[in-house]
């Protein structure tokens, strides 16, 4: 298997930061010095072979294929990331982050000032993708969102869930934030600002909620069991475990959220209480990003995360509201996945041929040879598996 040197995949991009602030009047005035995300163009009208890009197993195993062969990875690094982020990580690093922040003032300050520096200190095994870390108060609520496409702090918070990335979530949050929250059983003082912060493929948001009372005795490994993944995001506030409303330990929730919820997500909540992949092509989609940009080959994950947006600005409506449930009106959670890992393998794909890493007919090729059962999986699992 060769290896090759990749000039960075990557564009030209600054930080920007966007507040979406909402008083207790609810005021829709949006904070925004956010620039447009439009100021790079790429093309999306490569030539495709219609019957492989139509089923999008076909593409991931191609582009997995082509990379394997080209030395940019290998495929037990594409498992190794599939299994850290279905296993290890979770929202345990972002729990043991804000639980360190709860015992110690200093970190705290120096978590709110300078993020990025402050994760190091844990020496996680996965970057901190530029992190925004933003502390609830008594009279200030924090809640994230991305309305662009689904962007998430991953290496804190694991695998994000479903209902983060419906197209209802990602719109409303901003537009009605309390009543969001109400649904997930999340009702707010009138008195408490509700800020809403918006990510982008340059920013990652995560929220320090506010330590539970009755804590005090707790040490920081068992404060970190009482944070869960959706306090973090802004839809949760914590309990004590004495003050806890189910019978549960309060930790119980650590990889999911509010229980028994009321309203628009209620059925996409608990389905993936720890979140995973609901098909293989799914994990590999996933897993092939994630391969590229931790083996050093120049995989920026800002501009990979910029097509994802885009991919997701150009899916037809016709192709969400064709997967609507005649009867709650919304989205399914298998759909809402579907949709967002074939938006993931296109924006991977654009990303390889915009820096000419492969090219659209080496891709359609490969597709069609693992469409016709010319090759199949397999040579994942018995070929050449290291670089």
């Given at each position: 298997m060769k290896n090759r040197e990749v000039t960075t995949m990557?564009?030209?991009?600054?930080?920007?930061?966007?507040?979406?602030?909402?008083?207790?009047?609810?005021?829709?005035?949006?904070?925004?010095?956010?620039?447009?995300?439009?100021?790079?163009?790429?093309?999306h009208n490569h030539p495709h072979d219609d019957e492989t890009f139509a089923d999008p197993r076909p593409r991931v195993r191609a582009i997995q294929s082509l990379l394997v062969e080209e030395g940019l990875i290998s495929t037990d690094s594409v498992d190794e990331a599939i299994h850290a982020y279905e296993e290890d990580i979770g929202?345990?690093?972002g729990a043991q982050v804000v639980a360190r922040a709860w015992t110690d003032p200093d970190y705290r300050e120096r978590l709110l000032a300078e993020p990025e520096a402050a994760i190091e200190e844990f020496d996680f095994d996965v970057g901190t993708q530029h992190i925004r870390v933003k502390a609830?108060?008594?009279?200030?609520?924090?809640?994230?969102?991305?309305?662009?496409?689904?962007?998430?702090?991953?290496?804190?918070?694991?695998?994000?869930?479903?209902?983060?990335?419906?197209?209802?979530?990602?719109?409303?949050?901003?537009?009605?934030?309390?009543?969001?929250?109400?649904?997930?059983?999340?009702?707010?003082?009138?008195?408490?600002?509700v800020n809403v912060w918006d990510s982008s493929s340059e920013i990652r948001y995560m929220v320090l909620p506010c330590r539970p009372e009755g804590t005090d005795d707790l040490t920081e490994a068992e404060?970190?069991?009482?944070?869960?993944?959706?306090?973090?995001i802004?839809?949760?506030?914590?309990?004590?475990?004495?003050?806890?409303?189910?019978?549960?330990?309060?930790?119980?929730?650590?990889?999911?959220?509010?229980?028994?919820?009321?309203?628009?997500?209620?059925?996409?909540?608990?389905?993936?209480?720890?979140?995973?992949?609901?098909t293989p092509w799914q994990a590999?989609?996933?897993?092939?990003?994630?391969?590229?940009?931790?083996?050093?080959?120049?995989?920026?994950?800002?501009?990979?995360?910029?097509?994802?947006?885009?991919?997701?600005?150009?899916?037809?409506?016709?192709?969400?509201?064709?997967?609507?449930?005649?009867d709650t009106d919304h989205l399914n959670g298998s759909d809402v996945e579907r949709i967002y890992y074939e938006q993931w393998g296109e924006a991977l794909e654009q990303l390889l041929l915009d820096h000419d890493v492969l090219d659209a007919d080496r891709i359609d090729g490969r597709a069609a040879e693992f469409a016709a059962g010319e090759r199949t999986a397999a040579e994942f699992v018995e070929g050449e598996r290291g670089h």
């Open positions: 990557g564009d030209d991009h600054s930080d920007h930061e966007r507040d979406h602030s909402h008083d207790n009047h609810d005021s829709h005035d949006n904070h925004d010095d956010h620039d447009s995300h439009d100021d790079h163009e790429h093309s929202p345990r690093n609830n108060t008594a009279d200030v609520h924090n809640v994230v969102v991305c309305t662009l496409c689904s962007c998430y702090p991953w290496s804190l918070l694991g695998l994000p869930p479903t209902w983060y990335k419906t197209p209802e979530y990602r719109s409303r949050t901003v537009r009605e934030p309390r009543a969001v929250l109400a649904e997930f059983g999340l009702d707010l003082d009138d008195d408490v600002a404060l970190a069991e009482l944070v869960t993944r959706d306090a973090m802004g839809v949760e506030r914590l309990t004590g475990p004495e003050t806890a409303d189910s019978g549960d330990e309060a930790g119980a929730a650590a990889d999911g959220g509010t229980a028994d919820p009321t309203g628009a997500f209620a059925e996409l909540l608990g389905v993936d209480a720890e979140p995973t992949f609901r590999r989609a996933f897993g092939v990003a994630v391969a590229l940009y931790d083996g050093g080959t120049g995989f920026d994950w800002s501009a990979f995360q910029r097509r994802l947006i885009a991919a997701v600005e150009e899916t037809p409506s016709d192709v969400v509201d064709a997967t609507v449930d005649d």
